[in-house]
């Protein structure tokens, strides 16, 4: 279902997508890894724009953004991968009309209410419940961002092989069953553990055989089976949330949707002195996914510049 306008300029969305792999800001056999993946989805058009114009379609109805990543002892207040993403992305859609909720591992919820103050905006958020999330109307569309997900013996992972037991809370199911019930959903990852990456599994297990093994024992290797109907895979998880923030900018021809350099900076700082960690280094600190925090502006800096250089 696409509604595109035949004459919509798709240049500035190939930039995002690319920008997004992290071409240019990390080493080129990374980002061309993203390339990958982003090329296998073989959709018609940039996915950032694909995904952006779906969710600009359900003004006024609801959406549930989920993250965390949390693994005990490991990460025992989550990544700082995934909860700036899914905040600045909430930001861009309840600005654009939408309803967002805000769902997130428990450990992480005070941290995510401290992000949102400093982001400036109000959103409801609730610590991931099943009980009661199996209860309520399914939304119209649900996004998953950054979250782990099962591979096929039912095991949540690290991307280097650690099973996650006593942490993040699985969604799949609840992902699996809302879409049965007609909610659209929407994956963002980066390595091939999360939530989303069933779209690419085969694909996964052809660029990064190393995915075929965990240290776990279960013998299912971290790749997740959990599919999604719509994906996104970017360098950094946030990135790809921030991508399609700036795709949402250039449709509504609305500059208030963009993330904005300094908010990325501030944001940083937060998640590092409320105890999120880069999921690589696995310490807190300013940077995310084992990059430097000046990287991660960077990204948002040439985001911004495409969607202002559209919208001239
Ligand atoms: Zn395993």
């Not at 080129?28 to 694909?50: C, D, F, K, W």
């Not at 900076?265 to 300013?286: I, K, N, P, T, Y």
Request: glycine share 12%; proline share 6%.
């Amino acid at each position: 279902m696409i509604l595109l306008d035949s004459s919509l300029n798709l240049e500035p969305f190939r930039q995002i997508d690319q920008v997004i792999s992290g071409e240019g800001f990390i080493a080129p056999p990374s980002s061309a890894y993203i390339q990958r993946l982003q090329a296998a989805l073989s959709e018609p058009v940039p996915l950032t724009l694909l995904i952006a114009d779906r969710l600009r379609q359900l003004k006024g109805k609801h959406v549930s953004l989920f993250t965390g990543f949390v693994v005990p002892k490991l990460y025992p207040r989550g990544e700082n991968d995934g909860p700036l993403g899914t905040l600045a992305l909430a930001r861009t859609l309840k600005r654009c009309g939408l309803i967002p909720t805000i769902w997130v591992d428990p450990p992480l919820l005070e941290n995510a209410m401290w992000l949102a103050a400093e982001l400036g905006v109000e959103l409801d958020i609730h610590s991931i419940d099943l009980d009661l999330l199996g209860q309520v109307t399914p939304p119209a569309t649900a996004l998953a961002i950054e979250k782990p997900g099962r591979n096929a013996q039912g095991v949540m992972h690290t991307f280097d092989g650690i099973a996650i037991d006593g942490g993040s809370i699985p969604i799949d199911d609840l992902f699996m069953q809302w879409q049965t019930a007609g909610t659209l959903t929407i994956g963002i990852g980066d390595r091939g553990n999360e939530v989303g990456f069933g779209n690419l599994a085969k694909t996964v297990a052809q660029l990064l055989p190393v995915s075929a093994t965990c240290r776990c024992g279960c013998g299912g290797g971290v790749v997740s089976v959990t599919p999604s109907q719509l994906f996104l895979p970017a360098a950094v998880s946030n990135w790809g949330a921030y991508g399609i923030a700036a795709a949402l900018a250039i449709l509504e021809r609305d500059g208030r949707l963009l993330y904005l350099p300094d908010e990325e900076e501030r944001l940083l700082h937060v998640a590092a002195v409320r105890g999120c960690v880069d999921g690589v280094r696995r310490q807190s600190g300013f940077g995310v996914d084992g990059l430097g925090g000046r990287v991660s502006i960077a990204i948002v800096q040439e985001l911004r510049t495409i969607a202002q250089t559209a919208l001239q």
